[in-house]
């Protein structure tokens, strides 16, 4: 536990004569009383790697004996029965190396306590009703015990101001974390590659993908997995995943694993029959040239926009030399007259969430942040022919985006998901190696649809 001993203690030293209040996430109803599988909030398990839900951790730091304290459930056999195990409030300060443990149920009443001595409060409000009740009526009591000797809180500060400047630079635990991730991640897009041939269904292929995470010790997906056969592949948020792969036609596949909270993204296209068409083959050279000049563009003292900019003016004069735009470089940049093909940015950060925390300015708004070595972000450049363009019909209904996770290390890149086959000749050696049936077994209802 020592990487969440060395962040809370962190945060203490930043906290100043602040006390900050970070809450579990709370339970999300999927329909009637039926649950989402439970997610930990990011800032929360940052800070104590701990996955259940119903606590709340209090820092601090002008207390003597108490500066880290967390609320959780207690040991209750019944709902254990029902539920699952608990850690539970006496095995709480060894397991999670805080001072003091208390049932959940105690925190209106100690909570003032906390806020007695404190000059500002790190919380976030307007979430959770409850926690904000309790809030405000254990201020007020903090304020009516220390209004003759001492004060209470009287400025409110988002615990992001602190938690996700530190969030952003990742330590070698956490990088490890996203390295190991990533590669899961490559398992389950080669899986998917060499299951790919037409007639399948992008459930199907989501499937194999998603299975292939899991059994490689991935708990989850770090977001909705995106199969996009087709002009499918041409909508940005695809996730319907309920149409049939066709001959001729790429598949774009948006899909990653998280292990231990930790997010991988990675974007691989391919053709769902093994060979590209020349007009895909263009698009898809373009945008790999892209990428390949926006991942150079990961290092020291440049910026998120620095990669953007530069896989840009790849893309751009690409679809000037296929004959998609016309003009020179410079100006269709100027005139935006590449944004129908290409119009989102070309990455984000990435961590505990998938589009992570951390500012991409610096503190007066205007000046782009200078990327450091542990930031980790995405390199996810695209390009999309829908339907209704005016353009050539050999190229409408294409879209290819690829997409890597990049540490910024100390001399430049790092591609945490190298590996997973991105070069044309390798695409299309591994898509369509497997045999179908060893896939999606003869039985398979899908199939006989």
Same mark, same amino acid.
């Given at each position: ?19 900050? $209040?970070?809450? =579990? ?15 930990? #909030? ?27 304290? &967390?609320?959780?459930?207690?040991? +209750? ?8 195990? /608990? ?66 809180? +009287? ?18 635990? !956490? ?29 199907? &292929?989501?499937?194999? $993908? ?13 977001? #909705? #997995? ?16 309920? !149409? ?15 292990? %231990? ?19 895909? /083959? ?16 990961? /290092? ?10 530069? =896989? ?7 679809? $000037? ?34 589009? +992570? ?8 708004? =205007? ?37 890597? %996770? ?18 044309? %000749?390798? $695409? ?16 398979? &209802?899908?199939?006989?649809?």
């Amino acid at each position: 536990m020592s990487a969440f001993s060395d962040r809370r203690a962190a945060v203490l030293q930043r906290l100043g004569d602040g006390v900050m $209040i970070v809450p =579990a996430a709370t339970h999300a109803l999927r329909n009637n009383d039926t649950e989402y599988e439970y997610r930990q #909030s990011s800032d929360f398990y940052y800070l104590t790697g701990f996955a259940e839900p119903e606590a709340v951790l209090v820092l601090a730091p002008h207390r003597a004996d108490e500066r880290v304290t &967390l609320f959780l459930r207690p040991r +209750d056999r019944t709902m254990e029965i029902w539920n699952g195990k /608990r850690l539970g409030v006496e095995a709480a300060r060894d397991a999670l190396g805080v001072d003091a443990a208390y049932p959940i149920e105690e925190l209106a009443q100690r909570l003032p306590d906390a806020l007695a001595g404190a000059h500002r409060a790190f919380v976030h409000l307007g979430d959770d009703e409850k926690l904000d009740r309790t809030f405000f009526t254990a201020l007020q009591t903090a304020r009516t015990k220390t209004r003759r000797a001492g004060f209470a809180p +009287d400025t409110f500060v988002e615990p992001s101001a602190i938690l996700h400047e530190m969030r952003l630079l990742k330590d070698a635990g !956490e990088i490890e974390l996203m390295r190991r991730a990533a590669q899961i991640t490559r398992l389950g897009h080669v899986a998917g590659m060499r299951a790919t041939r037409p007639g399948l269904y992008e459930y199907e &292929l989501e499937a194999i $993908i998603e299975h292939t995470y899991r059994v490689n010790g991935a708990q989850d997906t770090a977001y #909705s #997995s995106i199969v996009a056969g087709g002009d499918n592949a041409t909508i940005l948020h695809y996730n319907t995943n309920r !149409e049939q792969l066709r001959a001729g036609e790429l598949v774009l596949v948006d899909s990653a694993a998280e292990l %231990d909270l930790y997010a991988s993204d990675v974007t691989r296209t391919w053709p769902v029959s093994g060979r590209f068409t020349p007009e895909q /083959r263009a698009i898809y050279e373009i945008v790999l040239a892209a990428q390949k000049a926006a991942i150079a563009e990961v /290092r020291p003292g440049a910026h998120v926009k620095t990669a953007h900019e530069a =896989a840009l003016r790849v893309l751009t004069a690409g679809l $000037i030399d296929v004959g998609l735009i016309t003009g020179s470089v410079d100006e269709a940049i100027e005139n935006e007259t590449y944004k129908p093909f290409y119009m989102h940015g070309t990455g984000h950060w990435i961590g505990l969430d998938v589009h +992570d925390v951390g500012a991409y300015r610096l503190a007066d708004g =205007a000046t782009h942040r200078p990327l450091e070595p542990g930031m980790v972000v995405t390199v996810e450049p695209g390009l999309y022919v829908q339907r209704d363009l005016d353009v050539p019909e050999r190229f409408k209904g294409i879209g290819v985006r690829i997409e890597d %996770d990049v540490l910024v290390g100390p001399n430049g890149p790092d591609n945490l998901s190298a590996g997973t086959p991105k070069e044309i %000749d390798e $695409i299309e050696a591994i898509v369509g190696s497997d045999s179908l049936e060893a896939i999606v077994g003869t039985d398979s &209802l899908a199939r006989a649809r």
